[in-house]
């Protein structure tokens, strides 16, 4: 059974927190148009009188809930901006509390918290190009002029690494979890076995609503003239899974193609990539006024 909830607001935040009788499974899903955060709980009957809502809340416009089966209940959380800025999902005894970003009150590079994920490092080397060269190194080489250039523009910039050294997937996560970034961008070179037909960028997001942050970066990536490989969604790369932050994969060129190879070891090549990849940037923030 569902007991008393409370909707409020508070720093950066609003959450939305339910009262159950036991830890039940859950599920939770983003939806556009509108902007919406749904929370399935399974096994839960609804018992609730009143929803306690404060004007502190800043990101949620409405709270509704529906019975859709006996073992089945919905939350349906409603939000005053078109753009997913974050979410979590977690208990605190029985209470099952809905995390809520708000959307950041400067829409520009400027104090924005960006986290720029070097893909591969140590001995996981990644691709490698005809050249002898691995991916490890190239995707260092452009998350280092990538933090130069959101720097210049007045963001704060996380890095995962800012030298040659290992991390898996999942220190990564919990290094962002405990880091708290605005949006986070991993870094990397595609691989194909085909690498004579094989060519062209890419970006890939998992949850609908961060699709437009990989989106934008993609436009832009097409106008250094790199042939289409697409924008991809569903994705189920680690550092997609995050909820709390917009997230893009950046598979910026194929490391396996040479004609590509070519273009990312020229380091002028390097710096217009950098360029477009924080226009993308600045095309979502611009967007998501």
């Known amino acids: 059974l569902t007991a008393k909830w409370n909707v409020y607001g508070e720093d950066q935040y609003d959450y939305v927190k339910v009262g159950l009788f036991a830890r039940l499974p859950y599920q939770s899903y983003q939806a556009t148009d509108p902007s ?9 009957t609804n018992n609730t009188n009143w929803i306690t809502q404060l004007q502190t809340a800043k990101e949620i416009a409405k ?21 997913h800025w974050g979410h979590l999902v977690y208990y605190n005894g029985n209470t099952l509390v809905i995390k809520i970003k708000h959307q950041p009150e400067n829409l520009s590079l400027k104090n924005l918290v960006i986290a720029v994920d070097a893909g591969h490092g140590g001995t996981n080397t990644g691709a490698v190009g005809a ?16 933090q130069k250039a959101f720097e210049k523009e007045g963001a704060r910039v996380i890095m995962t690494r800012t030298k040659e050294q290992f991390f898996d997937n999942k220190e990564r996560i919990l290094f962002y979890r405990d880091s708290l970034p605005d949006l986070l961008l991993s870094i990397h070179l595609n691989s194909s076995e085909d690498p004579f037909r ?28 790199l042939k289409e490989y697409g924008n991809t969604g569903s994705f189920n790369f680690m550092l997609n899974s995050p909820t709390e932050y917009p997230n893009a994969l950046v598979e910026t060129l194929f490391l396996s193609n040479l004609e590509e190879e070519t273009k990312i070891l020229d380091e002028n090549f390097q710096e217009q990539m950098v360029e477009k990849i924080v226009l993308g940037v600045k095309d979502f923030l611009k967007e998501s006024k």
């Open 198 to 225: 094989t060519s062209g960028t890419s970006t890939y997001y998992r949850y609908i609503g961060f699709k437009n942050l990989s989106l934008d970066i993609y436009k832009r990536m097409l106008e250094l003239g």
């Open 63 to 83: 709270v509704d809930y529906q019975q859709v089966e006996d073992d089945l209940f919905r939350i349906t959380i409603t939000l005053k901006h078109a753009q």
């Open 131 to 146: 050249t002898g060269i691995y991916e490890k190194e190239l995707t260092l080489a452009l998350s280092l002029k990538l």
């Open 36 to 44: 919406t955060i749904v929370v399935d709980i399974f096994g839960a």
